[in-house]
């Protein structure tokens, strides 16, 4: 497929710069794929589409402080860093890691950015997409530097610096493992009373931790889209989760996945335990444990897990615009986003809801 299939037209006032006042606050566009009705209601609307009986995933992976600055220790230029995922997977505490840098071109091997105090980075190997490998100095432990030196990584859409209120806001209210260097933004409309309204319908709420790297927000640059590779992220699904999913698999009960990243999380789960690449086919049951992934779902994929998922409207040409095209149809939802440009509303991070029966 062309790249130029998920292109659209987007005003730059539709893209959102601060989050809704109150949370459950958001717009929510109600999408029925069997009938192709369309609702646009509000996010504190959402339990009265949901039944008793359904699992709802979320994905709890909490934003860390993951943008640096710094000097290159000798110049004193300055240095941006901008980091990805430790070099050994998911552990936020290890002292290696794949980072980006602003202006890369600035650093070779070998170069040390002073970031604080006790606190440094070394580059210790560059990567031909750009992306670079280092190692952190650090007196503290890197947890605690991080929130002592670092800011939050708002989008480059988000167009102002990151302020206090970011540090809430910019998470989901149920973040509880670190190491996202984006939001799982689905999950940003979430309040405890609408969780708790959720479970007063009887809804079954599971969690999964899927930490948002680059694999989700890299741009595609391929005209051909079946030629993206996407980059490895780490995700974990527990046992409690596991067997949750499973059952309701096994008894016809639906999965709704909040956000793509529990999408592309299930997903993955359920072909790695069937053993099949992403083009293989897999049991729709999924099993426990840290695993890696490097899922790309566009037209064309078939689901084994996901049957219903609430998501934010994503950008022209992402990855994630093609995963949500492939689980209902492609011009329908361009249709749907040019209605929704139409209708007002606010798009990407800090913007409005979407959910897809």
């Known amino acids: 497929m062309n790249l130029s299939d998920f292109d659209y037209e987007l005003p730059e006032a539709s893209i959102a710069q601060k989050p809704c006042e109150q949370r459950d606050g958001s717009r929510l566009m109600v999408i029925d794929r069997a009938s192709g009705r369309v609702e646009h209601r509000h996010f504190y609307d959402l339990p009265s589409y949901l039944r008793a009986g359904d699992v ?15 000097e290159k220790q000798g110049t004193g230029a300055k240095i941006e860093l901008l980091l990805i995922h430790p070099l050994s997977g998911h552990e936020i505490s290890d002292l290696e890691w794949l980072v980006l840098a602003k202006p890369a071109r600035r650093l070779k091997v070998g170069d040390r ?15 031909d997409d750009g992306s670079l490998d280092a190692v952190f100095e650090t ?22 610096t990151a302020e206090a209120a970011d540090s809430e806001r910019y998470q989901t209210v149920y973040a509880s493992d670190p190491g996202s260097v984006a939001a799982p933004t ?20 599971a969690k999964l931790t899927l930490h948002v790297g680059l694999g989700t927000f890299r741009a ?56 099949t690449g992403s ?62 440009v139409t209708e007002g509303y606010r798009f990407f991070s800090y913007g409005d809801a979407m959910l897809i029966l």
Request: proline share 5%.
């Open 56 to 70: 709802l995933v979320f994905n709890d992976s909490r934003v860390i402080p993951a943008r640096l600055f710094g």
């Open 279 to 340: 083009k293989g086919r897999a049991t729709g049951i999924v099993r426990p444990g840290w695993q890696k992934t490097d899922i790309f779902i566009y037209p064309g994929y078939q689901f084994k897990i996901t049957d219903a998922m609430i998501t934010n409207f994503h950008l022209p040409k992402s990855t994630l615009l093609m995963l949500v095209s492939a689980f209902y149809d492609r011009e329908k939802i361009l249709s749907a986003y040019s209605q929704a």
């Open 186 to 205: 689905a999950g940003l409309h979430f309040t405890p009373d609408i969780l708790q309204q959720c479970s007063a319908r009887g809804v079954q709420l």
């Open 139 to 160: 007196e503290l432990g890197m947890l605690a530097d991080l929130h002592s030196n670092g800011t939050m990584p708002l989008p480059p859409y988000i167009k102002r």
């Open 220 to 275: 595609v640059q391929e005209s051909q889209i079946e030629q993206h590779q996407m980059h490895e992220e780490w995700y974990r699904v527990g046992q409690g989760t596991a067997v949750a999913i499973n059952a309701a698999k096994q008894e016809g009960r639906r999965v709704i996945c909040v956000g793509t990243t529990s999408v592309r999380s299930l997903e993955s789960a359920a072909q790695a335990a069937s053993g």
């Open 113 to 127: 950015v002073a970031i604080a105090p006790g606190f440094s980075a070394v580059i210790t190997a560059k990567h």
